[in-house]
């Protein structure tokens, strides 16, 4: 934060000049706190707990629009917990948005994720479109027995500031009816509440150029879209016309798993990936008096299903050439008009590598026929195997569906209109009468568009995840991400987690190890 900025806003008393800044009202009360006992695994810690901030100054939606941020009582009192102090430790920034639905601020005490995306109060009637997280799925953090355990009280625990804001979502609406959470609403509110804490920093222990985004599925692909849009102009009129404070948005490290990202892309990645398994599994989610429902329903791809996935399959190799990626020894990283290539190859490596790993640990997968494995060495992996094996989940289009139905087409709507098209394919398809997306919120809601652009700063530290059993998007969403990130000199460290679903913070301690190998 700059000085300046805080001594306009702090110093000057906001009566005498009630229009003076546009981040009026946005200045952190040190005072305003009540303490909480937070304990993780037998250790205990006092923190302050300053809940409820609303994080700008014209909120349109007081129940997401706000933060929760959490400060060891230690750091008050020149105290140092993991080698940290009030001016070195980082701000861990976890959301928890879940299925693009609203999500409330995380809390230190029974943390995860909240009441559940958008909890009951944002739930759409007649129950959570297919695509929607529920609390306690699979994208949450709870452990076994329905305990939640905690991230932010871990996090805390090991000397971090913790700030988990809220952020609207596809169906929040307004008393007038007119919906408010559409893209982009969701990563404005989250770089709102990034400038809050960098407009405040001198008033809070932490250090605001420190800040680690976190999230899971839609939350993962918001916290890689903060990170890749650092203080891109593209998004100022939205930050402007809910009160922002006045500060930059660039974001220092991004943990991200498995993001439901590149929305505009995943369709074909899907296919290109699926295209070979006719029978699905379907999870549909639903709401019955506030508890979630969730129900599998197994079928087979109808036979217009599958052309519709033959003919997004063919138009991955377009996209994935265009992007010129590379891989570790520089060679260009493409797909052939029938989908195999050096690509294949390179997404294929993480699997092996994810094998490999498994295998030195001393798990048996000798049944899998379909890695090959010579003198202790995963030296091949069928990938028409590896995919039967995964089973596919959703029908195509994975997202932008023909008929308007999966919630990424609810989080394309307008002010004024639920549900959109957001890519050609899907408009020019169309099962229904629709319309399409503004194409500006489509780039705006996709981090590849603004990676290592020179009016964008994007964040230098990448920690990503994708389960090699998550199937709620392509492998390659978070592979095309990662290269492109590597390409253009970021630090970037991927991995697909062995058989893991489609889940997030699962492994708190190298998450950790990983935040203080590069704060420190
Ligand atoms: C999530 C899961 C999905 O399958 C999807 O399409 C969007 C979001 C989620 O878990 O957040």
Avoid at 97 to 109: E, F, L
Avoid at 220 to 226: I, T
Avoid at 480 to 505: C, F, I
Wanted: with cysteine; charged share 20%.
């Amino acid at each position: 934060m700059k000085l300046s900025m805080f001594k306009k806003a702090a110093l000057v008393p906001a009566l005498l000049f009630p229009f003076a800044s546009m981040s009026q009202g946005l200045t952190f009360n040190p005072q305003n706190y009540t303490v909480q006992e937070i304990a993780v695994n037998g250790k205990q810690m006092k923190v302050r707990a300053y809940e409820h901030v609303v994080y700008v100054a014209k909120p349109v939606d007081t129940v997401y629009q706000q933060m929760n941020i959490y400060i060891p009582e230690a750091y008050f009192n020149k105290g140092s917990i993991n080698g940290y102090t009030a001016q070195t430790a980082p701000i861990f920034f976890p959301n928890q948005v879940g299925g693009y639905m609203p999500g409330r601020p995380g809390t230190a005490i029974n943390a995860g994720r909240g009441p559940g995306p958008g909890g009951p109060a944002g739930m759409p009637p007649g129950g959570m479109p297919a695509g929607g997280m529920p609390p306690g799925g699979p994208g949450s953090n709870m452990g076994p027995g329905g305990n939640r355990v905690s991230t932010i009280a871990a996090a805390l625990l090991n000397g971090y500031v913790v700030a988990s804001p809220g952020a609207r979502g596809r169906p929040t609406k307004d008393e007038k009816g007119i919906y408010t959470g559409k893209a982009p609403a969701a990563i404005v509110d989250l770089k709102a509440a990034v400038r809050y804490l960098k407009f405040n920093d001198k008033l809070m222990p932490g250090d605001a150029s420190k800040i680690i985004s976190n999230g899971t599925s839609a939350g993962g692909a918001l916290s890689a879209l903060l990170g890749a849009t650092g203080n891109n102009k593209d998004y100022e009129p939205y930050l402007k016309a809910i009160g922002a404070a006045d500060a930059s948005d660039d974001i220092f490290a991004v943990s991200a798993y498995c993001p439901i990202t590149n929305l505009d892309h995943a369709d074909m990645a899907y296919e290109w990936q699926f295209n070979s398994v006719n029978t699905y599994k379907k999870i549909n989610i639903s709401m019955l008096d506030y508890k979630v429902q969730r129900t599998e329903t197994a079928g087979e791809l109808s036979s217009k299903e599958q052309v519709v996935s033959a003919q997004l399959k063919v138009l991955f190799p377009a996209y994935v050439n265009s992007l010129q990626l590379k891989g570790k020894q520089g060679q260009l990283l493409q797909l052939d008009k029938d989908g195999n290539g050096s690509f294949k190859n390179w997404v294929k490596s993480y699997v092996i590598a994810s094998a490999q790993k498994v295998l030195d640990s001393g798990k048996d997968l000798s049944a899998l026929k379909w890695l090959t494995i010579t003198g202790g060495k995963v030296t091949g992996l069928d990938f028409d195997g590896y995919v039967h094996y995964m089973e596919r989940m959703k029908t195509p289009p994975a997202f932008d569906a023909l008929n308007l139905s999966t919630g990424e087409n609810q989080l394309f709507g307008t002010a004024t209109v639920d549900k959109a098209h957001f890519t050609k394919f899907s408009a020019d398809n169309s099962a229904v009468k629709a319309v399409t997306a503004d194409a500006i919120v489509v780039k705006m809601m996709n981090p590849m568009d603004y990676i290592g652009r020179a009016d964008t700063k994007t964040s230098a530290h990448w920690r990503i995840r994708h389960g090699t059993k998550d199937k709620d998007t392509g492998l390659a969403v978070s592979v095309m991400l990662a290269t492109l990130l590597q390409n253009k000199g970021y630090d970037v460290n991927l991995e697909l987690p062995w058989d893991r679903p489609h889940s997030g913070d699962y492994d708190q301690n190298e998450l950790f190890s990983w935040i203080d190998g590069i704060s420190k």
